[in-house]
Nanobody, 124 residues
Framework: QVQLVESGGGLVQAGDSLRLSCAAS????????MGWFRQAPGKEREFVAA????????YYRDSVKGRFTLSRGNGKNTVYLQMNSLKPEDTAVYYC?????????????????WGQGTQVTVSS
């Protein structure tokens, strides 16, 4: 069992930055690939970024490439989503998730554990 707790969300202006953190319980953190998804009001949950178990591979949706960076600190059981140049369309609840395989990480169904989410609001 893995418990995930997100933090770092908030209200910012367009162009600002935020860093989301996802802290995982348990001693098997490094065996999980990690991902971030987001869901805006009235919209379906969508993939944002993912990182492989050892952090050597990362994946991003096109709209955040060059602005968001995902990293992981396996020694700290934490993943970080650095979000720069935020836009109003980035407004959503952001969810951290853990998958026990290293493929198909853009698909929500591949993830076994989910956090409760953290709200990110970007004003124009």
């Amino acid at each position: 069992q893995v418990q995930l707790v997100e933090s770092g969300g908030g209200l910012v202006q367009a162009g600002d930055s935020l860093r989301l953190s996802c802290a995982a319980s348990g001693r098997t953190f490094s065996t999980y690939a990690m991902g971030w998804f987001r869901q805006a009001p009235g919209k379906e949950r969508e993939f944002v970024a993912a990182i492989s178990r050892r952090g050597e591979l990362s994946y991003y949706r096109d709209s955040v490439k060059g602005r968001f960076t995902l990293s992981r600190g396996n020694g700290k059981n934490t993943v970080y989503l650095q979000m720069n140049s935020l836009k109003p369309e980035d407004t959503a609840v952001y969810y951290c998730a853990a998958a026990d395989q290293n493929y198909g990480l853009e698909v929500a169904d591949q993830y076994k554990y989910w956090g409760q989410g953290t709200q990110v609001t970007v004003s124009s």
